[in-house]
């Protein structure tokens, strides 16, 4: 390259030029392979990501190479029709194989970086962008500094790491990541794409998850929701029916069919949906493309009751109520440690509710119900029947639960899933076999209170309950009501 002499004084001759040669020093840059410390030699990608096109093929990253700090990596597109890649002012040509062109293409890791690729799949040959993302050895966002974790204690469905600035990544079980960007920055350049942003101030919030109702009740964060997958006469939690009496909270139609009008006229910036969302894969879809990030509540899944409740911890970070949320679910945790000396009392229960069908629906082994009894000093009677390994709810034959249950100790009717009911012989008028129970016939039926499904804010509560059945007592109760 040639070596340009400018006269003194030429501030403004040298701007000009500096000016014109930037984009081409760019586009330069962009085709050269990025730098590591990597030692070199051949990787498999932990993670690889790409956006763009229209979805008929796929590109996979099999391998990337190191060579002299420098990184490569070997794209195979599905079709043969691909005939270069462009980086920047680079071209690549293809070396075609029965899956496809393979391309081996400078290229950067743990950051989004483009490439475009010309297709002669149509009438005409066209080029068309990717945005790509190969993670190595790192589950980080490009440019921010790890600083810290959240402690967790029961939880086991996500993780918050903490990083400079105030950025948070919150990694959730089985495999989504949300970024917390505090007010006033910007999510880093070159984030992985299947990251979701969230950035603070996080207000006007349409809540769908409605377990987690309390958990922003009890923090005092109620002002962050706007919007409720429930209507008021839904609710058991007082301040929020208070809220949408007041009008604080609008209703906003349920998860499966929400009021898409109304979340971008509040302008939500954040939607909080249960699980049931993943039976609704084109509302989330459609959320998401009215811009509005979708964060998916997963607690149900946690199989200590204290784990459920521990997700208050997110939701105080999503709202600055860190501390509260802290405070609170220590509250609840000190319900448990005491019963920590409770010993096997040696009794059985049985929690249930029927269904029109004839069936029974009864808590799989794995489930925070199920670990409740446990921690109180009870044997769960279905934790070893086939298919009841889950944590999840699971309906079984009459004759199937006769032969579980007919010798419990205890019967527990689900409320939350059935109508509650008042007495024993309401019960028996439901399902005339009860009244061959041993528990019917001792007067050990008991009724879960409709709001438990609502209370996961006092879940140390219900425990607490739980060891009072169990010890025999019956009186000052929250959750449990005794059946006559």
């Known amino acids: 390259m040639k070596r340009v002499c400018l006269p003194e004084g030429g501030h403004t001759v040298k701007k000009l030029i500096l000016l014109l040669l930037i984009p081409a020093l760019l586009m330069t840059y962009a085709a050269l392979p990025a730098r590591c410390e990597l030692s070199d030699g051949e990787y498999v990608p932990d993670e690889f990501v790409f956006t763009g096109g229209t979805g008929r093929v796929n590109i996979s990253c099999p391998r990337i190479f190191v060579k002299g700090g420098s990184v490569y990596a070997e794209k195979l597109f599905s079709s043969a029709n691909y005939t270069n890649v462009r980086i920047g002012e680079a071209d690549y040509a293809p070396e075609y194989t029965d899956a496809g062109a393979r391309f081996t293409v400078p290229a950067q890791l743990n950051r989004t970086f483009s490439v475009f690729a010309t297709t002669v799949a149509m009438s005409s040959p066209h080029e ?6 190969i993670g190595l050895d790192s589950g980080y966002p490009a440019g921010l500094r790890l600083t810290g974790a959240l402690p967790l204690i029961y939880a086991e469905g996500f993780s918050v790491d903490y990083f400079e600035g105030g950025y948070a990544l919150i990694s959730v079980k089985p495999g989504e990541s949300y970024l917390v960007v505090p007010e006033g920055m910007d999510a880093p350049e070159g984030l992985n794409p299947s990251v979701t942003v969230l950035k603070k101030p996080l207000r006007s919030i349409y809540l769908a998850a409605t377990s987690a109702m309390s958990l922003f009740d009890a923090i005092d964060a109620l002002d962050s929701i706007r919007l409720s997958g429930t209507q008021e006469s839904g609710w058991y939690v007082e301040n929020a029916v208070n809220a949408m009496k007041n009008g604080d909270i609008l209703y906003a139609g349920k998860y499966s069919a929400p009021d898409f009008e109304l979340l971008l006229r509040e302008k939500s910036c954040l939607a909080i949906e249960s699980m049931m969302i993943l039976h609704a ?7 998401q493309l009215l811009g509005i990030p979708v964060f998916i509540d997963r607690s149900s899944s946690e199989p ?5 409740m521990e997700w208050i911890k997110l939701y105080g970070l999503f709202t600055d109520h860190e501390a509260e949320a802290e405070d609170a679910f220590k509250k609840q945790a000190a319900f448990v440690e005491k019963l920590g000396a409770v ?16 069936t029974v629906t009864v808590r799989g082994s794995q489930d925070y119900i199920v670990r409740s009894i446990e921690l109180a000093g009870g044997r769960y009677v279905f934790d070893s029947i086939k298919g009841q390994e889950t944590n999840a709810s699971v309906s079984i034959s009459m004759e199937a639960f006769f032969a579980g249950a007919a010798d419990a100790d205890y019967l527990i009717y689900n409320s939350a899933i059935g109508e509650p009911l008042d007495s024993i012989d309401a019960l028996v008028y439901a399902q005339p076999l009860l009244s061959e129970f041993r528990a019917v016939k001792t007067g050990g039926v008991f009724c879960t209170a409709p709001s438990l499904y609502q209370s996961t804010d006092k879940i140390g509560t219900f425990i607490g309950d739980l060891e009072k059945l169990l010890s025999g007592e019956t009186e000052g109760m929250t959750f449990l009501n005794k059946l006559d």
């Open 343 to 358: 010993h096997d009392s040696g009794k059985t229960v049985a929690f249930f509710s029927l269904r029109p069908d004839g």
């Open 304 to 308: 200590h009751p204290l784990g459920r």
């Open 281 to 287: 894969p084109q509302v989330r879809e459609l959320i």
């Open 128 to 133: 068309i962008e990717y945005r790509l993302y």
